[in-house]
């Protein structure tokens, strides 16, 4: 079993910045891309960011230029910095990863962390 823990949500001001944390933790598993998620209320959820492991990136148009998503393999950790926060980035933002097990590849999601953007 692979477990994904968010942590670095909270409320800021617009243009503010948060930076979100996500680990996994377990055993016999690696980890081929990650990456966030967010789901505002009466919306999908929709990709905000992803990495893989070699540290390929690709961001939702709403968020280039303001989010850097970045990854410690050795800590099994993605991280989000956002920067020039918007109202409408309002979200939980979900962590995922593709991990590789002895089964074979498998998508797992953190609970979530909330982010809210308003003065």
């Known amino acids: 079993q692979v477990q994904l823990v968010e942590s670095g949500g909270g409320l800021v001001q617009p243009g503010g910045s948060l930076r979100l944390s996500c680990a996994a933790s377990g055993r016999s598993f690696s980890i081929n891309a990650m990456g966030w998620y967010r789901q505002a209320p009466g919306k999908q959820r929709e990709l905000v960011a992803a990495?893989?492991?070699?540290?390929?990136?690709n961001y939702a148009d709403s968020v280039k230029g303001r989010f850097t998503i970045s990854r410690d393999n050795a800590k099994n950790t993605v991280y989000l910095q956002m920067n020039s926060l918007k109202p409408e980035d309002t979200a939980v933002y979900y962590c995922n990863a593709d991990v590789l097990i002895r089964t074979g590849n498998y998508y797992y999601w953190g609970q979530g962390t909330q982010v809210t953007v308003s003065s």
């Open positions: 990495i893989t492991s070699g540290g390929s990136t």
